[in-house]
């Protein structure tokens, strides 16, 4: 695999979730592979799981990993082609991304969108950039459209702990008080699409989803109706993609509940993280027996390692 | 041992004490504990000496070591129960700990205190939520009340330089212009009421420690009488106990001088670092023969390695 | 070698660039050297290439790689002697860098110049404090003055890719909107004029460099004229060194095109990065087949390794 930007990357989604089923049994197995390699990880935002467990991920294969922070341990980036560097950026994009390639055999970076410009972050302008200069293999550690590694995770999450061959996924959109990209839904909603699952999309008027993305699911704005015999439940904010990245207020009522689990198969509940209590998910659910959002999160190593074992396999 | 949080933690301070000399003596005598474990270390606050030495002691011990400045490149932390999460804060400490415990093997967790309600920072509850939620062992890199790496250190440091079977050690309060916390002196005076020594405490009036951290050492105002015939010196700053956090300026003379060196036995002075200099203490003494404070710092890193080591054996 | 700070601490530099050129055909041949040994990699200011192919020499080398941007993860740091400190620095670089040596066997460390003051900048006190406090040997990741491991690493280029046995190589100035440091066309012009090449300095009037640095070098305010026959091209802006630097403004016709590298012997162009586009180098130049900026910034990594394998056979 020479990049990971989206499920449409990956040959065959269930053999990669079951080598990192794999991996989670017998974590060092393929330490020879990463030695001498170095994994460079680029974040232009914050992070914290992607942060540890790409960096786990890589130290469990044998790699060196460094990190950068490339707006506040580097330089600020330049992303637009042709611009006259005379204002406050430093470095462009094209030199940072080709000299972080001398340095590191495989490259992840995050970058999330501006949620200003629809066009501009839906033509994953930066990540795409980092990708064609970088002349590495590239994984996407979430851009301004999807977040592979997480719905990764996620689908190795529901193979491990389903308890039917086909089970019930419901995608439910939650309150927040700021505007979310669309990258965790969007990607989550490509990848279920492909999975082996009964997979529906809840959310109020004014928040589809673009259909790139969602082609094939179940879409409802009766949050009730769909989670009912729900198996996993996936919250999740998100800004409008239409009129885009604005947020209307309103929707309280969407927070997921222990009530609301009621008419559910005992569904399990997912969610990326980080996430607002009491806000997108009540603690009642966060600090009950149907969350499974921890581990889920610890599944994030595991995705990553699939990924970057395939991604060692092919230099 | 599963929690280094003070000196309660530990059930022979005199046998952790020479384990930690005897890595000195011989660094790289266990790499194979390390072999595969992950050290998280996360930070609320800044830190050097902490950072630096506890990172060499998990990489003299084989360990892989991913240190996250949390507030700076993760998540602005909520830390109260039950919170509605719609203001500033992005993620729950509850999930932030819960979600680093997967990821790592042991964590160690640097939280200052508020220094605006002693009740809060008494009651440790950062650190001991982090504890509660992270589900792996966890050494405090200093929290709200003590810094035990430190205590155990300057222990270290005295047993390794004493020249009399039962020293004479001075913890002496200095001025400084800022309000400090009391985790410093209160985690060095149960380490020494603990310790084979003859401990004394000396600050001027309104700078009294708790006596929960001060039990069976002599304590008095005047720093002349305290510093006769002393071996070790250590020079610390501290905001009040009583009223909270207040400082009330003052003090100048608490300084500590070459001069105030003669009555003592040829004292060794120590610190914990950062020091002011020419507040807190004299460039004489920290440039003259009877400052330790360098080579207490430099066993920061057997002090912490003792540590993890004893974690990874119980792990 | 204990001290990397300039052209002047290396015996034959010749050796040292055969040796680098040695370590980019074979980089994980020496180990051993640095097993059980750590790299400190300590930042007063922003660095990508610097700390990426620094950090990834030591890790070639077997090392352990500790990295600290000490203002933003440690503390801020008081630089003169004497100071009372009862103002915003917390710790002095005397203990900073004598604490930094007990962590680490070979420390490197950036801090740029003031530009305010000449003498205390070409006195590089900073610098200096550290190489005389820390006790261990000294790497300059850039200091006030000089950048010697991105000289070492543009001559290493010139040496491999140079199709003359003396090639000529032109220095020209370049414009910009800030004033930047003298540091790197310094260093640059040192080593060129110790190195086995035809080195000329081009610049605007008002834009000298010390004579302590270009002594040898054929000096001219017309580029055009120095760029006839160019083998290699460094662009690189500068501040005045007098008055100390200032900007004048103007000069923009200084910006290398294509036009101008015809008169060249089809000049290969540098710049040690990061460059702003279309502002000291146009993307004509930056895009085209001439330009060898990325690969130059490869070698970096072969430039460090070869300084840190000398100081770690020195230990």
Redesign the interface.
Same mark, same amino acid.
């Given at each position: 695999m020479k990049l990971f930007s989206s499920v449409h990357d990956v040959t065959d989604i269930n053999a990669l979730v079951a080598e990192a089923l794999k991996l989670k049994q017998d974590?060092?197995a393929h330490q020879h592979l990463g030695k /001498?390699k170095?994994l460079?990880l680029v974040?232009l935002n914050?992070?914290?799981?992607t942060? =540890?467990?790409t960096?786990?991920a890589g130290?469990?294969l044998g790699m060196?990993v460094?990190v950068? /922070?490339?707006d506040?341990?580097?330089?600020a980036l330049?992303l637009q082609?042709?611009?006259? =560097?005379?204002g406050t950026?430093?470095?462009?994009i094209?030199?940072?991304a080709?000299?972080?390639g001398?340095?590191?055999d495989i490259i992840g970076v995050r970058s999330f969108p501006g949620l200003k410009d629809r066009e501009e972050d839906y033509s994953e302008a930066i990540f795409n950039k980092f990708v064609k200069f970088c002349g590495v293999p590239v994984v996407s550690l979430e851009s301004a459209t999807r977040h592979p590694l997480q719905s990764l995770a996620d689908l190795v999450t529901i193979q491990e702990l389903k308890t039917t061959a086909r089970p019930k996924v419901v995608l439910t959109w939650a309150p927040h008080?700021k505007a979310l990209p669309q990258a965790v839904p969007n990607s989550f909603a490509e990848w279920m699409c492909k999975a082996d699952v009964d997979f529906t999309i809840a959310h109020p008027e004014g928040y589809a989803l673009s259909s790139d993305f969602t082609s094939g699911a179940t879409i409802t704005h009766n949050q009730d109706e769909a989670l009912k015999d729900a198996d996993f439940i996936y919250v999740k904010n998100w800004s409008a993609y239409e009129p885009y990245g604005q947020i209307t207020g309103g929707n309280e009522d969407w927070m997921l509940t222990n009530e609301k689990l009621a008419p559910t198969n005992n569904a399990k509940v997912m969610h990326c993280?980080?996430?607002?209590?009491?806000?997108e998910l009540s603690?009642e659910i966060?600090?009950g027996p149907n969350s499974i959002?921890?581990h889920e999160?610890?599944n994030r190593?595991w995705a990553a390692q699939a990924v970057l074992k395939q991604m060692l396999e092919s230099l």
């Open positions: 974590p060092y /001498n170095t460079g974040f914050p992070s914290l799981r942060r =540890m467990s960096q786990k130290l469990n060196n460094m950068l /922070n490339i506040k341990e580097g330089w330049e082609d042709g611009a006259i =560097m005379n950026t430093v470095e462009h094209r030199e940072a080709a000299v972080m001398q340095y590191a008080i993280l980080p996430v607002r209590r009491n806000l603690d966060l600090d959002v921890v999160a610890g190593v």
